[in-house]
C-alpha cells in the first residue's frame, strides 16, 4: 500500500543547512509537499513538486526529488532557530485529485543557537 | 482572512457523547477532507470529500461520520466518543490543481 516515511529527528546548529528525507511509494505521476507545523499549530505549507520534476528552489528550501530511488528532501539554508518544528512530507495519491493525502510520522528538525 | 476554520479549538468529553467538529472555508475548494494526529504517527486521513454530496471513507473512519452538503461547509460527527478518539483533528481544502492544501489551526479533543 501507500506509505510515506521519514527520519523522526534532526539536530543542526543554527547557520548550517538541514537537510530532511522522506520516501514514498506511490507510482502514479503524484504531487508531493512539504508541511511546516510549530508547536500547538496547524500546518504549513512550505513548498509543493509534481513527480516530472528534479528541482524546485524557493529561497532558503530546495526540494530534490530522485524519481527512480521515490526519495525526496528539504534544505534549508542558513537555518534558524525559527526553523525549529516538526516537517511533514506528504504525497497526493493517484492522478486526479481525491483530497487524500498520504503523510510520513514527520521529522524534529531542532536549531541550537 | 480566507482560510479553512475549526471550531471549537478545544473540547473535553466523556466516553459515550457525541459532538460535532466544525469545519468551514471560503475559498470555494471543492476538496475537503478530516485527518487526526497523534503522537509519533503523523497524521491520519478520516474521511474526504470531492464536492458537495460526496464523501469516501480515508484510513481511519470507525467511529466518525460526515455529511458534505455545501462546499463550504464539512462537520466530523463523533458518534459515541471513546479515549481512542483522544487526538488532535484537522481539517483540510484544496482546489483541484493539487497545489496546495489549506488546513484549519485543529481542534484538541479530549476524551475521559
Known amino acids: 500500500g501507500e506509505d510515506v516515511e521519514q527520519s523522526l529527528f534532526l539536530s543542526v546548529r543554527e547557520g548550517d543547512s538541514s537537510v530532511i528525507n522522506c520516501t514514498y511509494t506511490d507510482s502514479s505521476s503524484t504531487y508531493l509537499y512539504w508541511y511546516k507545523q510549530e508547536p500547538g499549530a496547524g500546518l504549513q505549507l512550505l513548498t509543493y513538486i509534481f513527480s516530472n520534476m528534479d528541482m524546485k528552489q524557493d529561497q532558503r528550501l530546495t526540494v530534490l526529488l530522485n524519481k527512480k530511488d521515490k526519495h525526496l528532501s528539504l534544505r534549508i539554508a542558513d537555518t534558524q532557530t525559527g526553523d525549529s518544528a516538526i516537517y511533514f512530507c506528504a504525497e497526493s495519491l493517484g492522478s486526479g485529485n481525491t483530497g487524500k493525502l498520504i503523510f510520513g510520522q514527520g521529522t524534529t528538525l531542532q536549531v541550537k543557537p | 482572512n480566507a482560510g479553512v476554520t475549526q471550531t471549537p479549538k478545544f473540547q473535553v468529553l466523556k466516553t459515550g457523547q457525541s459532538m460535532t467538529l466544525q469545519c468551514a472555508q471560503d475559498?470555494?475548494?471543492?476538496?475537503m477532507s478530516w485527518y487526526r494526529q497523534d503522537p509519533g504517527m503523523g497524521l491520519r486521513l478520516i474521511h474526504y470529500?470531492?464536492?458537495?454530496?460526496?464523501?469516501d471513507q480515508g484510513e481511519v473512519p470507525n467511529g466518525y461520520n460526515v455529511s458534505r452538503s455545501t462546499t463550504e461547509d464539512f462537520p466530523l460527527r463523533l458518534l459515541s466518543a471513546a479515549p481512542s478518539q483522544t487526538s488532535v483533528y484537522f481539517c483540510?481544502?484544496?482546489?483541484?490543481?493539487?497545489?496546495?492544501?489549506?488546513f484549519g489551526s485543529g481542534t484538541r479533543l479530549t476524551v475521559v
Open positions: 475559498m470555494n475548494h471543492e476538496y
Open positions: 483540510a481544502s484544496s482546489s483541484p490543481d493539487r497545489r496546495g492544501y489549506t
Open positions: 470529500s470531492v464536492g458537495a454530496g460526496i464523501t
